[in-house]
């Protein structure tokens, strides 16, 4: 189970912070992520983390929030953070934290994942 906090109302330029704590199952080798989405389109890949031997091996961003978002994570804890600055109207949306129990690579593709939280909701105002 994922459980998903942080999102709320910024004004462009600003920051959140958003969390993802997972209970039930342990991650320290696989992937835990964020992806977003707005009304009327479909879910979009935000940013994942590679586990390996619980130490992060590779981070990866949709280009859209490169320089700006910054994923990381406590595998003790089992959590994964989303750090999200210089924010933009565009990155409105909900935000879903994601994962999945075992991986060798990134993923990217929605469909597998394995683990989903109940989305967090970031507004970003002009």
């Known amino acids: 189970q994922l459980q998903a906090c942080g999102g709320g109302l910024v004004q462009a330029g600003g920051s959140l912070r958003l969390s993802c704590a997972a209970s039930g199952r342990a991650f320290g080798n696989g992937v835990m992520g964020w992806f977003r989405q707005t009304p009327g389109k479909e879910r979009e890949f935000v940013a994942a983390?590679?586990?390996?031997?619980?130490?992060?091996?590779?981070?990866y961003y949709t280009d859209s929030v490169k320089g700006r978002f910054t994923i990381s994570g406590d595998n003790a804890k089992n959590t994964v953070t989303l750090q999200m600055n210089s924010l933009k109207p565009e990155d409105t949306a909900v935000y879903y934290c994601?994962?999945?129990?075992?991986?060798?690579?990134?993923?990217?593709?929605?469909?597998?994942?394995?683990?989903w939280g109940q989305g967090t909701e970031v507004t970003v105002s002009s």
């Open positions: 994601a994962a999945k129990a075992d991986a060798q690579s990134m993923i990217r593709r929605e469909r597998e994942y394995e683990y």
């Open positions: 983390m590679l586990w390996s031997g619980r130490a992060i091996s590779y981070s």
